[in-house]
């Protein structure tokens, strides 16, 4: 986020450049850490006189009108569901769609996470910022740290579907849970090659991975 920033000094940074950089910044958590850790810099910057204020204090803080969050509604989760059945990516869909598993969380799954009924959450997968996956060793937050409790459904489910790797030769404890034919991570390849087709397929409108996220709060709200 701060890269546009290098290529001027920092005497000719204004308040309406900063003001700019922040409004492109749609995630309100990280636009707070984009200006804190700018207001920090410009504090040490007035403190080696560097330079005479710190303009980022008078930087208003951006308002973004947040959208309404977006779930399948039941008669969509219903078609998804049918069209599901023998779906070599059946088994991570229905995971998010019923613990909550963050996208990049259940494409990060090994099979060493699952342990005794139940799954370990440790890692994620993000994008940097050209647009390749990069495997973090921890999920989003400290608190994603976790182990989550499956249904007795959801353990066949999966059991079910390393049969068919272990028939593959990819299903050792180091492999990912989830994979491509070709034992790729599924990874930035799930949304465009597999989740698009599927709703298409589906006659669902298409929402984001993050949805069946959505979805599975929704459901335990309501339960």
Known sequence: YLEPLKVLPL?????????????????????????GLLHQIFVEAVDQELIRSNIVRDVKPVKH??????????????????QLKGHRYRPPIELMLEVGTRPGETYALKWYDLIEGQ???E?????????HMRVSDMPKTEAGRRL??????????LLEHRKVLLSEGRAGKQDWMFQTVTGQMIGNRFRGQILIKLLKDA?????????????????????
């Open 11 to 35: 005497e000719r940074i204004r308040r309406k450049v900063i003001a700019d950089l922040l409004k492109k910044i749609k995630s309100t958590a990280t636009r707070q850490r984009v200006r």
């Open 65 to 82: 009108v947040k959208k309404p969050v977006e779930i399948f509604n039941n008669e969509e989760i219903q078609a998804i569901q049918k």
């Open 119 to 121: 799954l370990r959450i």
């Open 123 to 131: 890692r994620t997968v993000s994008l940097n910022k050209h647009g």
């Open 148 to 157: 989550i409790p499956l249904s007795t459904r959801m353990q066949e489910l």
């Open 203 to 223: 006659g669902v409108p298409y929402r984001k991975p993050h949805t069946f996220r959505h979805n599975a709060a929704s459901a335990m709200l309501n339960g």
